[in-house]
């Protein structure tokens, strides 16, 4: 069992920059693979960002290619969103999600965060 705690979003002027963490327990961690959903309000949760277990394969969506940066640090459990160039577009709850079978870009996951607000005002 893995569960996983979003933390670091918030209110941030257009332009600006929020780095959310996904803390995961269970020892299991570091061989799952991860991923970033977000979902705004009467919109469909969405593909942000995945990587494999061990950081070697990453991507992002085309709508956050070159402002938003996904990694990992699996001795802390954790991975990590940067999100720069930040967008009203942008505002979302984002969702932390882990599999053991790897990433993808579809909501497959096993285990999901209960996510983090972030709201970007223009």
């Known amino acids: 069992q893995v569960q996983l705690v979003e933390s670091g979003g918030g209110l941030v002027q257009a332009g600006g920059s929020l780095r959310l963490s996904c803390a995961a327990s269970?020892?299991?961690?570091?061989?799952?693979?991860a991923g970033w959903f977000r979902q705004a309000p009467g919109k469909e949760r969405e593909f942000v960002a995945g990587?494999?277990?061990?950081?070697?394969?990453?991507a992002v969506a085309d709508s956050v290619k070159g402002r938003f940066t996904i990694s990992r640090d699996n001795a802390k459990n954790t991975v990590y969103l940067q999100m720069n160039s930040l967008k009203p577009e942008d505002t979302a709850v984002y969702y932390c999600?882990?599999?053991?079978?790897?990433w993808g870009t579809g909501p497959n996951y096993a285990y999901w965060g209960q996510g983090t607000q972030v709201t970007v005002s223009s």
């Open positions: 269970g020892r299991t961690f570091r061989n799952y693979g």
């Open positions: 990587i494999s277990w061990s950081g070697g394969s990453a």
């Open positions: 999600a882990a599999d053991p079978t790897g």
